[in-house]
């Protein structure tokens, strides 16, 4: 690769960096051909973009980059690098995670990005297998915003409910 090709990586590395609040880094140098195109499958499914890079050049995309500071994630771009960049946070953990189980435990998981937090080492998966997406986060919360509501209308229906309305109605009676 000479210097012209190494830069253009570089810059293409930084807009793919730049354009994404998600990324993780896996190890995939001991999967075979096969198991590698299966990952790379699962990966288009799943709306993940996988490319193996250089770690000099992905760790000079990062060193460029305005904004954000990835330096906690420079002690794992050693060996074999794939990046993995996705939509949802959890998503390529997940991937991973299952992936995993069918190949022994390949590829390895070195480290992530998601919206200025770093996941560093291989402890941290499932932590991230855990994480909720946004639309799940943004349900719960729903659920728990309709939570009191349905207490204060079943209430209302049950036999203590018409005695509730009945009490409400006396006391509208005796002021008026």
């Avoid at 690769?1 to 993780?24: G, R, T, W």
């Avoid at 992905?58 to 500071?69: F, H, I, N, T, V």
């Avoid at 590829?107 to 919206?115: E, N, R």
């Avoid at 996941?119 to 909720?132: F, I, M, P, S, W």
Wanted: net charge positive; with cysteine.
């Amino acid at each position: 690769m000479n210097k012209e090709q190494k830069n253009q990586e570089i810059s293409d590395l930084l807009e793919a960096l730049s354009a994404s609040e998600i990324f993780y880094l896996t190890d995939n140098i001991s999967l075979n051909a096969e198991a590698t195109s299966a990952l790379r499958r699962e990966c288009f499914k799943q709306g993940i973009k996988m490319r193996i890079v250089k770690n000099t050049l992905l760790r000079k995309a990062m060193e460029r980059s305005e904004g954000r500071d990835y330096s906690p994630i420079f002690p794992a771009l050693k060996g074999n690098t794939a990046v993995m960049f996705g939509e949802v946070a959890n998503g390529p953990a997940r991937l991973i995670k299952e992936f995993r189980k069918k190949n022994q435990d390949k590829p390895a998981f070195k480290a992530a990005f998601i919206q200025e937090d770093y996941y560093v080492g291989a402890n941290q998966l499932d932590t991230l297998v855990a994480l909720k997406s946004k639309t799940e986060l943004i349900g719960d919360i729903i659920g728990l915003l309709q939570s009191p509501a349905k207490n204060v209308i079943s209430a209302l229906q049950s036999n203590a409910g018409n005695k509730i309305a009945g009490l409400v109605k006396a006391l509208e009676e005796r002021n008026a």
